[in-house]
């Protein structure tokens, strides 16, 4: 039998992040075929800020009392699998998308007595949003589907006078509800490679 582990998987390496696509999670979808992310909407993150992690499976071992031989181990197979980031972004639409909007505001003067500015007030507690996401590498030769993610900001952060304003958020990577007309799940995951059809003229 050949082996199916080769040098091969080092072709396409999933490195850097073109964009982050999201669109609204849909529990009654049976198939992921032909899902678009053509009109989606999209977040940007600060360089180097974009990060995907999750909890290390852990073992217990089970030992016997007789020469404390270890005759098993009970395995954790991990907790939660995240996704962070920060958004260099303080703008309207961006808050609507995560925060529930409030009155707008108009003729706030500056300290300058000339500048006057206007815009939208925001509840400070963030909604929690459910999605889909799609997460393209740099080349967009691969690619990373995340069906179901919880994700969800903090309010506005700044960190120094030389860096933007920005939200960070925490999406939380979930089981996928979405299954086969059949009841067969559809995957929690998905990796993707950039698609070639075929020439056969």
Request: glycine letters at 8%; one cysteine or more; hydrophobic letters at 40%.
């Amino acid at each position: 039998m050949a082996a199916t582990l080769t040098h091969a998987m080092l072709d396409d390496l999933h490195i850097g992040n073109a964009s982050l696509s999201l669109i609204a999670y849909d529990a009654t979808k049976t198939t992921l075929d032909g899902l678009t992310f053509a009109a989606a909407d999209q977040i940007f993150t600060l360089e180097g800020s974009f990060n995907l992690s999750a909890d290390d499976p852990s073992g217990t071992d089970i030992r016997i009392d007789q020469h404390k031989e270890v005759i098993d181990t009970d395995i954790e197979k991990g907790g939660n699998w995240r996704m962070t980031g920060n958004i260099p972004s303080i703008a309207q639409a961006l808050l609507e998308y995560f925060f529930t909007d409030c009155q707008a505001v108009t003729g706030v003067v500056g300290a300058d007595g000339a500048t006057t500015y206007s815009g939208k007030g925001f509840l400070a507690t963030p909604e929690v949003i459910e999605v889909t996401i799609l997460a393209e590498s740099e080349s967009k030769n691969t690619a990373i589907l995340f069906p179901h993610v919880k994700l969800v900001v903090s309010p506005v952060k700044k960190d120094d006078n030389t860096n933007p304003a920005y939200l960070s958020f925490v999406g939380f990577i979930l089981p996928n509800a979405m299954k086969t007309a059949q009841g067969a799940a559809l995957g929690d995951f998905v990796p993707l490679k950039k698609y070639v059809a075929q020439n056969n003229g």
